[in-house]
């Protein structure tokens, strides 16, 4: 079946640097990949909606400066936490689908900010 | 906003039968989903139905949807150690053109021996 792969898996970093995460579908064209966020224990709360070669569509209360995204190709979307602060620490889970096909989730990567 | 609820928590034996319940508030909910969330992984899609059914059976897995009442439920059938995880109900409506899942607080299971 399709899959989404995310990298890294974990990451460690100190406050005030740039992380980059990226998504990318291995074997299906992700036309639109999707960003969420999920903090400990609590449900997938959606950032931003990116389809390829256009911009972002980010949800209320998502700093577009802070988070941005970029959708560069059709089979890999990044995400990058720019000047992190630990209270970014958070599991980050991208989705992928092509056209209006199954939505497929990525394995997450977990930022920690020191 | 759309609001989706959970039973945050469900322990059950193994054998047992397992329900777990969630409720939506967007009427317009064209499709629902359950998945699974396994410790420190993504999510994996279970199983999904369309809002103009009413049940929705895959081997082990039942989906019964009261549109009325916006109430569905989930039923694993000899429920499995391996079944422990974290299931989230989640929607999709015209919100967001349909693309935009909306997902609920998932609900912890613990399948004990």
């Known amino acids: 079946g399709a899959v989404v792969s995310q990298h890294p898996s974990w990451v460690i970093c100190k406050s005030g640097t740039s992380v980059k995460i990226e998504c990318r579908s291995l074997d299906f064209q992700a036309t639109t990949m999707f960003w969420y966020r999920q903090f400990p224990k609590q449900s997938l709360m959606l950032m931003a909606t990116s389809n390829e070669g256009s911009k972002a569509t980010y949800e209320q209360g998502v700093e577009k400066d802070k988070f941005l995204i970029n959708h560069a190709s059709l089979t890999l979307s990044t995400l990058t936490v720019t000047s992190a602060h630990p209270e970014d620490s958070s599991f980050y889970i991208c989705?992928?689908?092509?056209?209006?096909?199954?939505?497929?989730f990525g394995e997450g990567s977990r930022l920690t900010v020191l | 906003g759309e609001d989706v609820e959970q039973s945050l928590f469900l322990s059950v034996r193994e054998g047992d039968s397992s329900v777990i319940n969630c409720t939506y508030t967007d009427s317009s909910s064209t499709y629902l989903y359950w998945y699974k969330q396994e410790p420190g992984a993504g999510l994996q899609l279970l199983t999904y139905i369309f809002s103009n059914m009413d049940m929705k059976q895959d081997q082990r897995l039942t989906v019964l949807l009261n549109k009325k009442d916006k109430h569905l439920s989930l039923r694993i059938a000899d429920t499995q150690t391996g079944d422990s995880a974290i299931y989230f109900c989640?929607?999709?409506?015209?919100?967001?053109?349909?693309?935009?899942?909306?997902f609920g607080t998932g609900t912890q299971l613990k399948v004990e021996l």
């Open positions: 989705s992928a689908r092509e056209g209006s096909g199954e939505l497929f």
């Open positions: 989640a929607e999709t409506g015209l919100t967001g053109g349909g693309n935009k899942l909306t």
